[in-house]
C-alpha cells in the first residue's frame, strides 16, 4: 500500500492566487515527521516545509503553509499568492519513528503544478 | 545551500555496460543517498551511507552498488546496466540526524539512459 498519497498528478493555478495541494499520508507509528520539496523544471529538489507530528502549530515558511490534519493523516501544502516561479513539482515525504535519518524517508509520486500568468 | 555535484549530468549507455555516478559534495556532510526518480514513483532510496566505507541498502537496491572512500564522494555503479535502470538518479547529503527535522540537500540529477 502506499504510504503516501498525492492525488493529484497536475494543477493549475492563476498567478497570485492561492493553490492547495494534497498529501495523505498511512503510518501507524505515532512519532512521525512530514516534507515538502519542490523540484522545477532545471531538476533539484528544495526543501520547503517541515511538520513534525507532535507540532502543535502548522508550519509556515513564507509563502508556504502546512494544513496538517493528523487526524484525518493528511498534510497539505498551502501556497499563498502563487508566482510563476512556484511552476514545479512537489512531492510530499514522509519519516516514520523516532529514528531521524533521512533513509528512513518516503516520497510521495508528487504534483505537477502550473501557475497560468 | 550545501554544495552537491553530481556527474555526468546526462548519460547514454549501453545494456550490459558498466556505468559509475559520481556525487560530491563540499559541505562535511556525514550523510549521502543515492535516489532514483520515476513517473509514478517520486523518489526510491537505492543505497545510502553514513560515514566513510559505512554504506547500507535501501528500498531498490538490487542491481547497484555504492562506495564512499572520502566524506565528499559517493559513488553510484551499476556492474551492468539494464533498461529497467532508465531513470533520473539523485544524490542527497544531510548535516546529522539528531534533529528531526533535518532536512537533505540534493544535486541536480543525472538522466541515465540504457539502449
Known amino acids: 500500500a502506499q504510504k503516501i498519497t498525492q492525488t493529484q498528478p497536475g494543477m493549475f493555478v492563476q498567478e497570485k492566487e492561492a493553490v492547495t495541494l494534497d498529501c495523505t499520508y498511512d503510518t501507524s507509528d505515532p512519532s512521525y515527521g512530514l516534507f515538502w520539496y519542490k523540484q522545477p523544471s532545471s531538476g533539484e529538489m528544495i526543501f520547503l516545509i517541515y511538520q513534525g507530528s507532535y507540532d502543535q502549530q502548522n508550519a509556515t515558511e513564507g509563502r508556504y503553509s502546512l494544513n496538517f490534519q493528523k487526524a484525518r493523516k493528511s498534510a497539505n501544502l498551502v501556497i499563498s499568492a502563487s508566482q510563476l516561479g512556484d511552476s514545479a513539482m512537489y512531492f510530499c515525504?514522509?519519516?516514520?519513528?523516532?529514528?531521524?535519518?533521512?533513509?528512513?524517508?518516503?516520497f510521495g509520486p508528487g504534483t505537477s503544478l502550473s501557475v497560468i500568468p | 545551500d550545501a554544495g552537491i555535484t553530481q556527474s555526468p549530468r546526462h548519460k547514454v549507455t549501453e545494456t550490459g555496460t558498466p556505468v559509475t555516478l559520481r556525487c560530491h559534495q563540499t559541505?562535511?556532510?556525514?550523510?549521502m543517498y543515492w535516489y532514483r526518480q520515476d513517473p509514478g514513483h517520486g523518489l526510491r532510496l537505492i543505497h545510502y551511507?553514513?560515514?566513510?566505507?559505512?554504506?547500507d541498502k535501501g528500498e531498490v537496491s538490487d542491481g547497484y552498488s555504492v562506495s564512499r572512500s572520502k566524506t565528499e564522494d559517493f559513488l553510484l555503479t551499476l556492474e551492468s546496466a539494464t533498461s529497467s535502470q532508465t531513470s533520473v538518479y539523485f544524490c542527497a547529503s544531510a548535516r546529522d540526524r539528531e534533529l528531526k527535522n533535518t532536512e537533505a540537500f540534493f544535486g541536480q540529477g543525472t538522466r541515465l539512459t540504457v539502449v
Open positions: 559541505e562535511n556532510h556525514r550523510y
Open positions: 551511507s553514513y560515514g566513510v566505507k559505512d554504506t
Open positions: 515525504a514522509m519519516r516514520e519513528g523516532w529514528v531521524t535519518s533521512y533513509d528512513k524517508v518516503i
